[in-house]
């Protein structure tokens, strides 16, 4: 992991300006400036760490095409791409958001069947069942967080934006609430796994924490065998029929991927979303004057700052992409923060606007085959979430800085210190 850091300072010191934004902290901390100067470069530009899509276009087709797949081969792989992408775990129980069976890195025909089986359960009813859930939640982390002694400022993020999200993930996963803080302690912990070029120290974090989180994973199928629940893991645990059942290692491997992909994301649209309404009045206005305006709102926000920065694939055979050749065994990182600021696409793109009319065109959420499969839980949080919150407390201010997490991948703040009141 230390090869991986060096070759991406190397390649920084070398004008690759993706390896600016993974290494420099003012750059990761605005991104948007150097995705401008890459996609002023050309839709698919080369770089010495990988070729780089960042217009609308050209993340739209690459996302899209069956020329490229996600995840690798390691023994395939040319030795500096190993170090940077792979995370070699250390025991074969062991699955991380990235190692394979997990959805986000498998191809056809074993995603198309695991896509099949988790939409099973995770349907557009199952989804709707859990709206009332959100409010109720909603509702007792609002009075929670008014409960607290007057004028003393909050942390929005350790007392609404994570705990909604994990909330909402113990339903999905039939699991006790007094589980929630474990599970943002092992999710806190792994998170930079997503990230190309984790220390050493991180990556032996990642691997407690998922080492934890598998065991715990696997009694936890083992209770659900024996006192199935109504809640979407006990359904996947139950699946038997001629479409196939899934083994323990792909229960864990979907399990644990609802379970990260459920709060770590959420959680950056919950505290993004929050920071840009209060640096935002006019906008804020324009939503209590009129509330249909909320679904584009948060379309908004996932556009503008989203909580998934990028992504990558590798091309299977000669492609091209927006007119570009690309070779066979490329890899291409999708910057999905890039496109979803692409001018031909977004008029004004730095401008944030909850009545943009096309809001809705960004790819927070992927494209293609790997498309978010929890898309509509997440705006539905977004929605119930935010709204609920800043109806409660129409004054809601900043009481400091809020600080960025350390993340690349996943964009998002860590602390966001608030007044709820303006007579504070
Ligand atoms: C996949 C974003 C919330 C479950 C993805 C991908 C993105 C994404 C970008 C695809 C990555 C790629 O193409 O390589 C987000 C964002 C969210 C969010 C921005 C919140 C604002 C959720 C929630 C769940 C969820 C709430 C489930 C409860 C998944 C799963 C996949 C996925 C299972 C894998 C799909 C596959 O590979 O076929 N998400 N997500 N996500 N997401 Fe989400």
Redesign the pocket.
């Known amino acids: 992991h230390g090869v991986a850091r060096v070759v991406i300072g190397r390649a920084h010191r070398k004008g690759d300006l993706h390896a600016r934004i993974l290494s420099d902290p003012a750059a990761r901390a605005d991104p948007y400036a150097t995705y401008d100067e890459i996609r002023a470069r050309g839709p698919l530009v080369p770089g010495r760490l990988m070729m780089q899509a960042v217009s609308h276009e050209a993340v739209t087709s690459v996302?899209r095409s069956d020329a490229f797949a996600?995840g690798f081969d390691p023994d395939e792989m040319p030795w500096v791409a190993r170090h940077l992408l792979t995370r070699v775990a250390a025991d074969e129980r062991i699955v991380g958001p990235i190692d394979p069976p997990s959805?986000?890195v498998t191809n056809a025909p074993d995603?198309t069947r695991y896509?099949r089986l988790?939409s099973r359960v995770f349907t557009a009813k199952a989804v709707e069942a859990l709206r009332a859930r959100v409010e109720e939640r909603t509702t007792e982390l609002l009075d929670a967080m008014a409960a607290r002694p007057h004028g003393e400022p909050v942390d929005l993020v350790a007392e609404f934006a994570s705990l909604l999200?994990v909330t909402v993930?113990a339903e999905?996963l039939g699991v006790p609430l007094d589980m929630r803080r474990q599970f943002l302690t092992w999710g806190s912990m792994a998170a930079p796994v997503l990230d190309i070029g984790l220390s050493y120290r991180q990556f032996v974090e990642s691997e407690t924490a998922l080492e934890e989180m598998s065991d715990w994973m696997y009694s936890h199928f083992e209770r659900l065998r024996r006192e199935p629940g109504d809640d979407i893991v006990s359904k996947l645990v139950h699946l038997d029929d001629e479409s196939g059942k899934l083994d323990d290692r792909e229960l864990l491997a979907?399990a644990g991927?609802?379970l990260a992909?459920?709060f770590e994301?959420?959680v950056?649209?919950l505290g993004s979303g929050a920071v840009l309404l209060i640096e935002n009045p006019e906008e804020r206005v324009a939503l209590a004057a009129d509330p249909s305006l909320w679904a584009n709102a948060v379309d908004e926000m996932?556009r503008y700052e989203?909580?998934?920065q990028a992504?990558s694939r590798r091309s299977i055979r000669d492609t091209e992409v927006c007119g570009v050749p690309v070779k066979a065994g490329s890899f291409v990182t999708a910057m999905?923060g890039g496109a979803n600021r692409d001018p031909d696409v977004f008029p004004d793109p730095h401008r944030f606007d909850v009545r943009r009319s096309n809001a809705r065109e960004h790819l927070?959420?992927?494209s293609g085959?790997?498309?978010?499969?929890?898309?509509s839980?997440?705006r539905l949080?977004?929605e119930i979430g935010l709204r609920r919150l800043f109806e409660r407390f129409p004054d809601l201010s900043l009481a400091g800085k809020p600080s960025l997490r350390g993340t690349r991948t996943l964009r998002g703040f860590d602390t966001i210190p608030v007044h709820l009141n303006s007579n504070r």
Do not use: D, K, Q
Not at 369 to 375: K, P, R, S
């Open positions: 996302l996600v959805l986000l995603h896509r988790v999200p993930i999905i979907i991927l609802l992909a459920g994301t959420t950056n649209l996932l989203s909580p998934v992504t999905i927070a959420f992927s085959a790997h498309y978010c499969i929890g898309a839980l997440a949080e977004g």
